[in-house]
Structures are given as structure tokens and as C-alpha cells.
């Protein structure tokens, strides 16, 4: 069955409620084709934001690039929870077109999937290959349900390298790789953002994705152990 | 035997993949999700390092850090912090931590940390171990004769035994020389008490 092309934004609100009463939402609005970031920036953008600023070690990203593609992309969210504490306690809301889920959690977790989403549709080369996951977002994911998500997305991706008559890597060593070229971003970002943030809920956030991406390689590594007894249907057969 | 290892983070996804890493580096993890958690964890079980964030609800980990270190002087206390500021760092150090890391850290850095951390405590403690039997060897092989010999001299000195005038400044210069040794070999108990060696004397 395939089905038509979407054409409406992938759209995910996030709704923070603060103990205090306060409230705040996010709007993140994902191109349906691209899943790239329809966001606006101000003109005058912060010098955070600058490649040069604290760039990832990694980064293939030449002088001719002023801005660092995910830190303008985190640039608006930044802003607004930087001086707000990691473990403050906050209900949050997403509501995306098929669903809307909710929790009581921290915000530092719950920044943490926003964040995911920024990272990965921001056009950074490295993240970039993450980029399918923001189509199957799953806010405050635990450690097993993004390393799932991860291993199959990466194996549909092999799957359509085949269909292409190129060489899939099924053992998913490329994957390990990825994941620990992703680590030394998420690394620079969190350097970025101590600079960027007084108090320390964004930088946090980000230690969170670095932990679930740290994670990955084990995973991999492990031979997806964790899961295996869940596919013996498969594996039982002759 | 495995090294224990507490790990104090209010971030369950932090504690969570932390322990999975350690466990799987063949250390021993356990989870505590604040200083007051932890605080109840070490009076029931011993643990070799403690892993603690500074900023948590409740508890934080300086005062914990502080806590620990006079409760339990024998467990050795990582900081973990993502917001990094010299000034806490130094703060930390002075109060006992043993190292302070920035988060995030890679599990493989991590893992070289606490293994790092791990073998100075094993030479430390072969060190101390080497200390205790160096001085139950001078207690038991030379301070139980030297102090016989002393009382030997003793009693010949002030007893009648006809001595001449050399031999008997001979004798005192032994006397002397045993008195002398004596002290030194108590001196080093003592110092040896004050550094947190076991003392020998008492133990023998």
C-alpha cells in the first residue's frame, strides 16, 4: 500500500506547565517532504551560534559557513528555557496529528526530546543521518525504545541501499561509527550551550541525548541482546 | 573481586546508562536518584566510589560530598557536573572529591577514570599494607629485643657488678643508642596512626 505525498507540515506542540503556574509552548514545525526545521531567525542572531563559536571536533563544515546549522536551529529554544534548572519539575504536552501524549517529568527530559528533533533536522552533515527518526518522534523515549527506533531506522536504510543495488551494511558498523561521530556533536553542543545558558536545563538536555547515543554502540555491540528473545518467532523458524 | 560503585543522578536516563556502561566495564553499579538515597544505600552496603552529580533536588552533592566524606572516609567520591564553573570544581576538590568531571562523558572515558581511580586505590592500599608489616616487623623483630637489651643494660648498670670507667660509659652509650631506637620506632607508630595506617602496636 503506499499512500499520497504529505503536504501539511509534520507538526509536534509542545506544551511545558511549570509548578508554578507558568506556561510555555513550542511549535515545531518539520517540512513533510525535507523533514527539515521551518523556523525563522532573528536578524541579529547570537554569537553562540557561530561556527567558529566552539566548533564540533568533527565538523567537516568549511570557513565559508558563518553559523553553526544546529545551533541556529536551537537558537529560539535556547533562549527561552536558559535560565531555568535541569530537574525542575513540569507536565508536559505534545500533541502531534495521530496523537498527544502527556507526563510529569523534568524538564531537562523533556527538553531533551525537543532538542532531538532540532539536532537532527538542521541540515548539520553529521546529524543529518538521523534525520528519518524526526517522522517517527516519540517524545520521552527510554534508552531501549531509541535504541530500537535507532537500529530500525539504520536498517531501513540498508534496505533501500539494496533496492539501489548498492552495499548495505547489515552488520551495522557504520551505525556504531555514526553514533560515536554524533557523541563528539552532542559534545560540542553542550559546551556551546554552557556558554549560551545561566542555569543549567539545555546543557542537561543535551547530556541526556548524549547518554541515549553513548548508548547505542553497546547496544549494537551487544548483539541487540536486549531484544533478541522478542524475535525468537522469527528465529525459531527453519 | 568487582569494584562497587554508587551512582547519584536525579536523571534516570543519565543513572540508568551509566550503570549499564560500568556493569558492562565489570564493575558492580548500584543507583541512588539523590544525596539522601545514597546516604541510606552506604550505611547498609560498602561502597568503593561513589559517582554524584553536583546539582540534584533535595540533597545536592556538595553537601553529600561533605557528608560522605566524614561518614565514610574510606569511599572515594567522583563529581559529575554538566553546568562546569572552576570555582564548584575547586570547591569540590577541597572537600575530599577525588576527580570532577564535566558531563557529558563517553562510557570509555568514564571507565578509564574509575579504572584509574581504582588503581590508586589498590596502591594505596599496598602501600599501607607494606607500611602495617614493615612496622609489625620492627615491633615483633626488633623493639621486643631492643627493649630487653635496654633492660639488660639496666640492670648491669645499676646493679654492683664491678665495672670500670670505660665499660660502664660503653653500656650507657648503648642505653643510649636502645632509648634512641625506641622512640623512633614509636614515633613512626605514631605517625603511622595519624596517617590512618592501623596501628601495630595495639593491633599486635
Known sequence: MTSEPQRKPLRFAYHFKFQSGMEQKLEIELDPQTLELKQSYPEQKPEWTKLKFSQCENCPLGADVEYCPVALNL????????????????????????????KDTTLQKSLSSVIGIYMVTSNCPIMDKLRPMAQFHLPFASGLETFYRSVSMYLTAQFFLKRQGKQPDWDLKKLVELYKAISIVNKGMAERLRQASDKDANVNAVVILHSLGDGVPYFVEGGLAEVEHLFSVYTKEE | ???????????????????????????????????EEALGRMKREE?????MDIKMPGMGGIEALRLFNELFPKTDVVMLTGFADFSTAIECLKLGAKDYLVKPVDATELVARLRSLVRSRSSERALQETRRSFLSMLYIDLLGPLRSARESIERVLKSNAKLSGEQREELSNALAQCEKMIARIQDMDEEMKRSGTAEVESSR
Open chain 1, 75 to 102: 537558537s529560539n529554544v535556547v533562549e527561552t528555557f536558559q535560565k531555568f534548572n535541569s530537574f525542575e519539575p513540569v507536565h508536559v504536552t505534545v500533541e502531534t496529528k495521530e496523537r498527544t501524549y502527556s
Open chain 2, 1 to 35: 573481586m568487582p569494584e562497587r560503585i554508587l551512582i547519584v543522578d536525579d536523571e534516570e536516563t543519565l543513572r540508568l546508562s551509566m550503570k549499564a556502561r560500568l556493569e558492562t566495564a565489570g564493575f558492580v553499579a548500584e543507583v541512588a536518584e539523590n544525596g
Open chain 2, 47 to 51: 561502597f568503593d566510589v561513589v559517582l
